[in-house]
């Protein structure tokens, strides 16, 4: 066959398969376009940026904490709790979608490195006082008291963010 002749016959060919290559690619391309993201997830991606290697980041009258981060990884078990001291608080996982936040101060004397955790009280090994975290009849950080419910600050989860809201 002739130089010509071949290309007369082949060029229509090579150019639907081209054009049907083309149009797959445009497809393809249409069907990995990504969906807008909501506000919500977009915060959570900045702040798991922002919190970084640290685990935690404070900001305002906020924690943020990266519930996957060494330090936080005990709470995905239920019962288990951390006692940060870096932002004050005792972080219990009660259930499998609750988390719980305290102020780690004892309400005797303001011990915060001597926690236990049992049958829904904290206890300080200072002096053997137990708390509860129930609401109502707080007992405040350091004020003599041996008895009633630690302070509790709100807490929300997204995936794997806790805020601790301390107003
Ligand atoms: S300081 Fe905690 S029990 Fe006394």
């Not at 630690?150 to 963010?161: N, R």
Request: aromatic share 10%.
């Amino acid at each position: 066959m002739k130089r010509e002749e071949f290309l007369k016959k082949s060029c229509p060919i090579m150019v639907l398969s081209i054009l049907a290559t083309a149009e797959m690619m445009i497809s393809c391309q249409d069907s990995i376009t990504e969906e807008p993201i909501s506000k919500e997830e977009s915060e959570y991606l900045t702040r798991l940026k922002d919190i970084g290697t640290k685990g935690y980041l404070q900001e305002q009258a906020n924690v943020y904490i990266n519930m996957k981060h060494d330090t936080y990884y005990p709470l995905s078990t239920v019962n288990n709790f951390v006692n940060d001291q870096i932002n004050g608080i005792l972080i219990l996982r009660k259930d499998a979608s609750t988390i719980l936040a305290f102020d780690n101060c004892c309400p005797h004397l303001g011990s915060r490195d001597q926690w236990s955790y049992k049958s829904s009280k904290f206890t300080c090994a200072n002096h053997g006082n137990s708390f509860g975290i129930n609401t109502g009849q707080i007992a405040n950080c350091n004020s003599n008291t041996n008895f009633g419910n630690l302070k509790a600050y709100k807490t929300t989860l997204y995936k794997d963010l806790l805020t601790i809201n301390f107003s």
